[in-house]
């Protein structure tokens, strides 16, 4: 404390002790003691006000889910392509899966792909999801905070489930989750014996992106520039904008003509890897290498049931 706080304070306690007036302890505020105590005043302001809800307070996307019509086979297919292990739980009367990107640590933090039964909707990149800090204090106030800012924005209503783990979606369709962050691995998985661990063909370590297809590109951004703030420097790519979200990425890219709003892709950072042998063997598995706007050594490819993601070393 400097010497203004501390003769400010040494007046107060002298002039309480010796019961003064009231005019004289306002005088004494008045020759200098509230100055003084401004500071102390304004931090415990600070200390009271309301959390900062958006943009989103967040360290990265923790997972994302595919949905297809055989979860065994995609689950099969995912194992051989990740040299990890697979956890599963059970889920409306089957099974989900969990390929991890990286390994389990004690308090279950890491990455994923979560591996869902689509039930006659066709196969697709479900949702991704955002994990979110002080999630479980702040998820009612986020939602309503959420929702107004899009009502504001011309956005339209948002409808975002309360509680633990709800998804939404943006006003594309896309779908989006937040969960508390970091994310962990729901505690109901289990180590799953459907194939061995650890035999695929590269070594998975996070997420690295995920890229939306959106309706309107501007709009998109403007709507994303809620949840994520200003979105990166853009590229040499002008079709194709990015928001930086801890070490992981969010891209923007215009849906071509015709095609519905969508998550086009997901990429998967990986262990360095030698690309011939990689795509050979992502041939046998019956997968499709596809070309890719990117510098090797990436490697984009579509999964047996189409769903497309990317291999990037790093």
């Known amino acids: 404390m400097d010497t203004a706080h501390r003769d400010a304070l040494k007046t107060m306690n002298s002039m309480t002790r010796r019961g003064r007036s009231r005019r004289a302890f306002s005088a004494a505020i008045a020759a200098g003691v509230g100055a003084a105590m401004l500071p102390l005043v304004e931090l415990a302001r600070a200390q009271d006000a309301p959390p900062q809800l958006l943009p989103l307070r967040t360290p990265k996307i923790d997972h994302l889910d595919v949905i297809v019509p055989n979860v065994e086979a995609s689950a099969r297919f995912y194992m051989?392509?990740?040299?990890?292990?697979l956890h599963a739980q059970p889920f409306q009367g089957g099974q989900r899966y969990f390929v991890l990107f990286g390994e389990l640590t004690a308090n279950r933090q890491v990455g994923y792909v979560?591996?869902?039964?689509?039930?006659?909707?066709?196969s697709s990149i479900g949702h991704f999801c955002t994990s979110v800090f002080d999630y479980r204090r702040d998820a009612t106030a986020l939602a309503a905070a959420l929702t107004d800012a899009a009502e504001k924005g011309g956005f339209g209503k948002l409808t975002i489930a309360g509680g633990f783990g709800g998804i939404f979606q943006d006003p594309?369709?896309?779908e989006i989750q937040f969960l508390p962050a970091p994310d962990t691995l729901v505690t109901a998985a289990v180590p799953s014996?459907?194939?061995p661990a650890r035999q695929g063909l590269v070594t998975p370590t996070s997420v690295d992106h995920v890229l939306l297809h959106v309706a309107d590109l501007e709009k998109g951004?403007?709507?994303?520039?809620?949840l994520y703030g200003k979105e990166s420097q853009r590229t040499s790519n002008p079709d194709r904008i990015w928001f930086q979200i801890g070490d992981t990425r969010l891209g923007l890219e215009q849906a071509p003509a015709g095609q519905k709003p969508r998550i086009a892709h997901f990429g998967v950072k990986v262990m360095p890897f030698d690309r011939g042998v990689v795509t050979a063997g992502l041939a046998k598995l019956g997968a499709t290498v596809l070309p890719s706007p990117d510098e090797p050594p990436v490697v984009r490819l579509r999964d047996p049931d189409g769903n497309v993601f990317e291999l990037t070393a790093g």
Not at 114 to 122: F, L, P
Request: glycine share 14%.
């Open 221 to 226: 951004v403007r709507f994303y520039r809620i």
């Open 114 to 122: 979560a591996i869902g039964d689509a039930r006659g909707r066709g």
């Open 193 to 195: 014996e459907l194939v």
């Open 172 to 174: 594309d369709g896309i």
């Open 80 to 85: 051989s392509v990740f040299k990890t292990t």
